[in-house]
């Protein structure tokens, strides 16, 4: 984008001027009409106050039971939960802070959160009635993903583009894989 735009700050651009400016760029609702049943889609809230309409836009798309719900906020998937109680829920755990996410800081982290999350995370999953976590990869171990499944729970990665990471994951028994790159992972996978 160029400098100006990003300094007006995205939020206030007039929605033309935006698509003028980012080729191909989709609304939500016209991301739904054209690929909301094609692909399987994650809906990561980042900022709670938009639960009404994400709820109305998957309604109006008759997706409400096939497009998964993510955020790091429990109460905005909780509120989601009761809106539309066929929604598919994801808790997404295991941001860190920036800096953390450079070795060996990041290491760390994962060694620090991993023995907590048998505790927390059927908790945090209860309480935003979800059935799915979206866990940092270097939080996966066999064992937590082999806990939450006998939980009830489905687990998902995220955003994991180093194809031997993510032979790994499924070696884990994952659910689900983000990635960026998903034709290089798939040509890495069938080679």
Not at 7 to 22: A, D, F, K, N, Y
Not at 55 to 63: I, M, P, Q, S
Not at 83 to 90: C, D, R, T, V, Y
Not at 137 to 163: E, K, Q
Request: net charge neutral; aromatic share 8%; hydrophobic share 45%.
């Amino acid at each position: 984008l160029e400098l100006s735009l990003v300094q007006r700050g995205l939020e206030s651009l007039p929605l033309g001027e935006l698509q003028r400016t980012v080729s191909g760029l989709l609304t939500f609702d016209k991301y739904l009409e054209q690929f909301g049943a094609k692909i399987p889609t994650n809906v990561d809230i980042k900022r709670a106050g938009y639960e009404y309409e994400v709820v109305g836009a998957l309604r109006r798309h008759d997706l409400t039971g096939q497009v998964l719900i993510s955020s790091r906020n429990v109460m905005s998937l909780r509120r989601i939960k009761f809106l539309a109680p066929e929604s598919q829920i994801g808790v997404s755990r295991g941001q860190v802070v920036p800096w953390l996410d450079r070795e060996p800081h990041s290491a760390i982290a994962a060694s620090i959160l991993r023995p907590t999350l048998m505790a927390q995370l059927p908790a945090q999953g209860a309480l935003a009635m979800a059935d799915t976590f979206m866990l940092n990869d270097r939080l996966i171990t066999p064992w937590l993903v082999d806990y939450l499944h006998a939980c009830g729970f489905r687990v998902s990665c995220w955003t994991v583009n180093d194809p031997e990471t993510v032979r790994w994951l499924i070696d884990t028994g994952v659910d689900y894989i983000a990635t960026d790159y998903p034709a290089r992972v798939v040509q890495f996978l069938r080679g």
